[in-house]
């Protein structure tokens, strides 16, 4: 079983940075893929990227691509997103997700979530 928990939301500017983090603990990290999720206040969750097992691609939605980077470390089983140019509509509960295989968003594991707030 893999504890998932994220870090690194809070209060955010319009237009400023966000940098989450979400250590794994409890499995075998480096063979599957990984995701963020987001789920906005009275909306349903929303896949935001996936990078793949060997955190060699990345795959972002169209809502965020281009102002996010989702990056992984294998050494400390840590999956990172990086997002800049913040913007109301990204507001939401932050969550990371485990596939069950080394591409793709298949998750079988989710963390608990951190909220990020962007406002001025």
């Known amino acids: 079983e893999v504890q998932l928990v994220e870090s690194g939301g809070g209060w955010v500017q319009p237009g400023g940075p966000l940098s989450l983090s979400c250590p794994a603990t409890g499995s075998a990290f480096s063979s599957y893929a990984m995701s963020w999720v987001r789920q906005a206040p009275g909306k349903g969750p929303e896949w935001v990227s996936v990078i793949n097992d060997g955190g060699s691609i990345s795959t972002y939605a169209d809502s965020v691509k281009g102002q996010s980077t989702s990056s992984r470390d294998k050494a400390k089983n840590t999956l990172y997103l990086q997002m800049s140019s913040l913007k109301s509509e990204d507001t939401a509960v932050y969550y990371c997700?485990?596939?069950?295989?080394?591409?793709?968003?298949?998750?079988?594991?989710w963390g608990r979530g951190t909220q990020v707030t962007v406002s001025s």
């Open positions: 997700t485990k596939s069950s295989y080394g591409t793709g968003w298949s998750p079988d594991s």
